[in-house]
């Protein structure tokens, strides 16, 4: 069974005004580079292979915390959202109404216009889950919130209708189960960042032969 180890990305200026940020690539902040700075993970993880989402968020935040040696995986990066980059939920909600009522209603098939739905990011995901499946190693990714939503709504059945049964929380990884045939299934949520790490689990796989990841 392999393992995949993900976290979302530092904080950005866009995250900090709640602005929907999608594929804008949009740097790390000055708080969010002091975010990830206190960031740590143990060593067995580091020497495992790492995909790294080809936003620049990403990239800088796998270099803060120690991390230059990864694959860039394009099909990491954060859900489309279309013609609502940039722009605030709750003006959204204002400006749409009963319009935007009926779009968040429908979950998992949320679609903005010119983007992606949370189901279109965990069919693009399926082939890498495959590829790491296949491999039976564990694996690190840094990534984004809206492809963790779809990886965890995956792993446990959630339609995005109404709350999960667990939040997914900043400063934190996230470990899921991957099975030969591409089948995700949580392990562990919420894995502190900033905890000693003592705390943090060790990855099942520790042959630190990186040449055969997928």
């Known amino acids: 069974m392999a393992e995949i180890l993900i976290f979302r990305h530092g904080p950005t200026v866009w995250n900090a005004e709640k602005r929907m940020q ?4 949009i ?4 708080q969010g580079i002091e975010t990830v700075q206190k960031w740590q993970l143990p060593k067995e993880w580091m020497e495992m292979p790492w995909y790294v989402s080809p936003l620049q ?12 040696k990864f694959t860039t995986d394009p099909l990491l990066i954060e859900m489309s959202w279309g013609n609502w980059e940039g722009q605030k939920l709750p003006e959204l909600r204002e400006k749409l109404g009963p319009e935007m009522e009926k779009m968040e209603a429908l979950g998992l098939d949320l679609c903005p216009p010119d983007g992606e739905s949370p189901r279109d990011v965990q069919e693009r995901l399926k082939p ?14 840094v990534a984004h919130k809206g492809v ?5 709504a995956a792993a446990t059945n959630w339609d995005m209708r109404g709350k999960p049964k667990e939040k997914i929380r900043d400063n934190c990884a996230h ?12 392990k562990t949520m919420n894995i502190s960042l900033l905890s000693p790490i003592d705390c943090f689990p060790r990855p099942v796989k520790s042959s630190n032969h990186p040449e055969e990841a997928p």
């Open 22 to 25: 999608g594929r804008s690539d």
């Open 128 to 141: 890498f889950l495959s590829r790491i499946g296949k491999s039976d190693i564990s694996v690190v990714a």
């Open 148 to 152: 963790l939503r779809a990886l965890y």
């Open 57 to 68: 968020r990403a990239q800088e935040t796998a270099k803060l915390v120690g991390q230059e």
């Open 175 to 186: 470990l899921f189960q991957i099975s030969s045939a591409g089948k995700i299934s949580v």
């Open 27 to 30: 740097s790390l902040s000055e």
